[in-house]
């Protein structure tokens, strides 16, 4: 892959949490023109040592020639785009195109795309599948939907980001798939976490059962990434139930809109939501399978033993880029 920076585009960054710094780094790495704003300065810094420049507000990245964004919800993506000091909110200067990775409501997406319209800056939608060790390991993937030119212009930057991009048409059409992907991955870890406390408690060792599960045709690099924090306990956050249960309730909006019965996903979310009434708010939401041991009668230890998780680092994303 040629390496991104021979166009010559200025990029800016608004997100530096975990999965914006990882991303923002690997456009930094492939050499990428990048200046980044966090409202948490100090959590964007560690950028400058790999060529960022950083930004005092998102208003100072209207000049770049691609703006992403990666906050945690509509009223973030909102103000930092429209708001005051927001990256559309400048006169006579506005981005070519604004990336947004961020999981919001049509309405928050609407808004902030009828805005950038009359700035002559062209939307993507472009979420994104995976977590921060996904992303060092390059198996990270996207899906975008908007003006096809916008995303061409965009390309060669989301496919730094990891495995593939996969463009979905017009308009705001990647949020649904995104919600839809979101949906499914609540299913699957409520599953995991079930199943895994049954085995248990049948006296299986979860690291045996799961070892089993992976290696069979049920085993996904989902169910494999997960397994250690099954097997140890280790709730370190990548996602927590809180922005799960987000994505479930955007998710159960857009059903009710379009006509489509989700039962397991309702059943799924009420689930979720007992897993944040028993204070897991800002753990992982591998936390389920604890929630579901308590609730079993089966008391949980970690088993400290290496568990293969199936994500290698890659050797280096700017060896690939060039």
């Known amino acids: 892959m040629a390496s991104s920076n021979q166009q010559g585009l200025r990029i800016g960054w608004i997100g530096a949490g975990r999965m914006g710094f990882e991303l923002a780094s690997r456009l930094l790495r492939s050499g990428c023109d990048v200046t980044v ?40 993506f909102k103000a930092v785009t429209i708001g005051d000091g927001g990256v559309l909110a400048v ?8 990336v947004d990775s961020s999981t919001v409501s049509a309405d928050a997406s609407e808004e902030v795309r009828a805005h950038a319209a009359e700035r002559g800056t062209a939307v993507l939608a472009a979420p994104v599948s995976g977590n921060p060790k996904v992303v060092k390991a390059g198996r990270l993937t996207v899906v975008a939907s908007g003006p096809e030119d916008a995303f061409e212009t965009a390309r060669p ?42 085995a248990e408690k049948g006296g299986v060792e979860r690291s045996r059962f799961l070892e089993f599960l992976n290696a069979s045709v049920m085993g996904s690099t989902f169910t494999r990434y997960k397994s250690p924090a099954l097997v140890n ?36 979310r009420e689930l979720v939501q007992r897993v944040i009434d028993e204070g897991f708010v800002d753990t992982d939401f591998a936390a389920m399978i604890a929630v579901q041991a308590q609730r079993a009668g089966l008391a949980l230890v970690p088993e400290d033993v290496p568990f293969p998780d199936g994500l290698e680092p890659e050797q280096s994303v700017s060896a690939r880029a060039g």
């Not at 950028?47 to 990245?61: F, K, M, Q, V």
């Not at 000049?63 to 919800?73: K, L, Y």
Request: charged residues 25%; contains cysteine.
């Open 37 to 76: 704003w966090n409202r948490t300065r100090s959590k964007a810094e560690p950028l400058a040592e790999l060529g960022a420049t950083i930004a005092d507000a998102p208003a100072e990245l209207a000049g770049c020639d691609i703006v992403f964004t990666m906050v945690a919800g509509p009223d973030d």
């Open 233 to 268: 306990l280790d709730f370190s956050p990548t996602f927590t139930p809180v922005l799960l249960r987000k994505d479930f309730d955007l998710g159960l909006e857009a059903a009710d809109q379009l006509g489509v019965e989700l039962p397991l996903s309702e059943r799924c």
């Open 91 to 98: 006169d006579g200067s506005a981005p070519r195109v604004l």
């Open 157 to 198: 930057y989301l496919e730094l980001f990891g495995e593939g991009v996969t463009y979905v048409g017009e308009g705001d059409t990647a949020r649904l798939v995104k919600l839809c992907h979101n949906l499914m991955l609540g299913i699957v870890a409520q599953t995991l976490a079930e199943i895994t406390v049954l």
